[in-house]
């Protein structure tokens, strides 16, 4: 299937390069230009056309446009609802850019993010380029790299308050492993492109959060994919991409927005966005987002309870140099959690059952207590200064300081069969078929990550050669300093076996008042009175020392090639031993990191394809069999693909294949278990598809497609030729529809349904013990709306069909049932 797919992919990439030797027109111009609104402010998605013709296109999130012509003299007409439209004459000389004087509309910043509101006629749920994807302000159309941007208009469109809901929005997203809550790694675990990753980025920087991601600050999401340590290093990616949180920015106006969030589960939420200028020429600006959450689990127990606070101060000195600094404070208090796991050392035919929907167990038991509780903080402080030296080079200096700490019991359940139970315990008693191994620890600490980085960008010629180059350093230090504290259970039985961090056996279908056991009381009385466990301390410094350079120049105007190039120096400090005071295992590795890729326009400024290559690496820690020091691993992406935004910004997406191999991944030696051995592989290859459309006034769609064929192609003999349990579904797909009423007596009022589908996922997949599957699922989401300047009332049904389903890597855990919540929010 995937040689199919690649053959048709590669086809089409072949066809468009034949057509555009059609297409191409070797004797255009170009005019390019910038829209401003009355104070200042970038005018994002204005139309600009040519008076009497049908060429067209719309500015940028920088209010930045460019229209290819033939040569001549043009009236461009420029418009935007709310405002009067503009002309402006433009003369287009063959081979040459015409640079524009910038553009006004008389309309201000607030009342353009009015009409954005009240008026169907933008595409609202894309966004046409990024400052962070490639380190440099960059066209979609002009970078050889796929991302996904899911804007803040899309999350209020379907009502999403939080991270892990967003990003169902884009291909090949899923969810892996809920949120935790744990310090340092306790964020939500997604899969992307086969591969593992968390949310670690905000605006291209160390951003670490440990728990559900609230997007009361979020302009929008973006997910950059494939390996791209090139420009963001390898601690804060993975092999599959990464996902970047871009924030709310201040503004030069006093507005406002309260809204209150109540439905399903005790669901409280209330959120508030203040914007203000501190000063009357408006070069101080203060905003603040902050939102209160609490909600009961779907389950017999369980709650998250969270406080989100972010301020954010800009200074404009003059027209070159500005600073801002700001921040993110988090609480986090959870319990009852559900977290089942599969027992690792058994056949699943041991279960009686292989998979999540045949196991005998209450979808909503989570046999815990809501008062085992742990608590969590997030304190992350961001800072910026920009100088711009002329028009073409300019200066970004970023620093980030962020904090996590955890606090209180842990649990974690195994589902285990009798048989295990009895052989572990020494007990015959333990009769029942499956029984939940109860066991808990307490991730207690702090995880600290700083980060200072320089980017000097530069847009210049060298010759007829156009260069738009980013030169930048990186200095990233990670600390960690957590107890895993544990006790430990000691049978009474023949024969005695110590089990580290076992609570107790309780039947799965049986459980009785032992159900109830597993709560505060009881936990604390174990901690205190048995014997001491393994405490496992990750007690760790490490340092990361990067330079990079990226350029992307136009061979032709439509032609580009980008060439990017990282040298890493990571040192390791050793994790100390408490107890003899004694710092050990510490190393130093060096990296390179490689990126390539060009871009064609076919028809310029509508359709482009593309090729890139990409790089990725980690870091490993210890010796092989031989005692030899291991090397970082490495992976190497290839990829193709067309990007299209045609009719005037109403459609646009992307098209790709990628192929992904990963090497010299460490792995058990088989001729001697206990030693490793460093010459494991892994491919992952597929296909994505991505469309966003506004077809006609009022009415906006965002679909995607993906399939992923992931296999260890070099492992152990239990492992190898089979998909890892970390990859996620082989297929995924997304859908959301939404239309708005632009006119007459229901102006305002919206409706909006969609879903998403995700193929079966391997819990356990192994030669030796067997498959265990987590069925596919489909689940439902619609939403109806009232929107208006002043105020909006929604009601939104999230997995209308109240499906069961799970997630998860080696466990099943349950997810939200049917949930209704209505919200209503007031702008001023």
Known sequence: MIKLLRNQCLCLFIFLLSVSSVCAQGNRGAVRGRVLTSEGKDADNASVTVKGQASGTSTDDHGNFELKLQPGTYVLLISQTGAAPVELT????AGKTTQLDPVRLDISNRALQEVTISSGRTNKFTRKGSDYVAKMPL???????????????????????????????????????????????????????????????????????????????????????????????????????????????????????????????????????????????????????????????????????????????????????????????????????????????????????????????????????????????????????????NSRWKSQTNFSVTSSTSKGPAPYFYIIPGSSVRTLTGVNSYTDPLYLERMVWSPNGTDLNAELQENVTGDFKIGKFRNRLTVGLDYFHARTNINFNRFAYVTTKTPATRINDLFDFVSLTNPGNAYYNFNESKVDSAYANRPAGTVLTTKNDSYTYSAYASDVFNITDNFLALISLRVDRFENKGILNNSTNVTSDGYGQTALAPKFGLVYQ??????????????????????????????????????????????????????????????????????????????????????????????????????????????YTKTTTAQTGLRPTNAGPERTANLWMSYRFSNGLVKGLGFGAGGNYAGNVYAINSNTYGQFILPSYTVYNAAVFYDQVKYRVGLKINNVGNKRYWVGSATMNPQMLREIVANISFRF
């Open 90 to 93: 433009a003369e287009i000389t």
């Open 139 to 389: 066209g979609n159309l002009e970078n050889p790299q796929v991302y996904t941007s899911i804007s803040k208009e899309l999350l209020r469109d379907q009502q999403i308050n939080n991270l892990d809901d967003a990003l169902r929005n884009a291909p090949g997203v899923t969810k892996l492993f809920d949120a935790t809550g744990r310090a340092g790694s306790g964020a939500t675990n997604f899969v992307l492109r086969g591969f593992s990753t968390q949310a670690r980025l905000r605006n291209g920087l160390a951003g670490n959060i440990t728990t559900i991601a609230d997007a009361v600050n979020v302009e929008a999401i973006e997910v950059i994919k494939g390996p791209s340590a090139t420009l963001f290093g390898n601690t804060l990616t993975s092999y599959g991409g990464l996902i970047n949180r871009v924030t709310k920015k201040p503004f030069k106006a006093a507005a406002g927005e309260v809204s209150y969030y109540g439905g399903s589960y005790g669901l409280n939420r209330i959120s508030a966005d203040y914007n203000t200028p501190l000063d009357s020429a408006g070069n101080v600006l203060f905003r603040v987002n902050t939102a209160y959450n609490y909600q009961n689990s779907f389950s017999d127990n369980g709650y998250r309870k969270s406080f989100f606070l972010a301020p954010t101060l800009s200074y404009r000195v003059n027209d070159r140099l500005n600073f801002s600094v700001d921040a993110e404070f988090n609480t986090l208090q959870s319990g009852g959690s559900q977290y089942f796991y599969l027992y690792p050392t058994v056949n699943v035919s041991a279960f009686g059952a292989n998979r999540a929907d045949q196991i005998p167990v209450n979808y909503k038991s989570t046999f815990s207590s809501n008062d085992v509780m742990k608590t969590g903080q997030n304190a992350n402080v961001f800072g910026q200064m920009n100088y711009v030296f």
């Open 602 to 711: 076919v028809i310029p400024g509508l359709v482009s394809v593309f090729g890139n290559y990409q790089s990725g690496f980690s870091n490993k820690t210890g010796t092989d069999f031989e005692s030899k020091p291991f090397k970082p691993e490495h992976s190497n992406q290839a990829e193709g693909g067309v990007k299209y935004d045609l009719l005037g910004g109403r459609i646009s997406g992307t098209v790709s294949y990628y192929h992904i191999k990963v090497t010299d991944i460490v792995r058990p030696y088989e001729a001697n278990p206990a030693p490793s051995i460093q010459n494991g592989t892994q491919v992952s290859e597929g296909v994505e598809i991505e469309a966003v459309a506004n077809p006609f006034p009022g009415l906006n769609i965002i679909g995607g497609y993906a399939y992923n064929h992931s296999v």
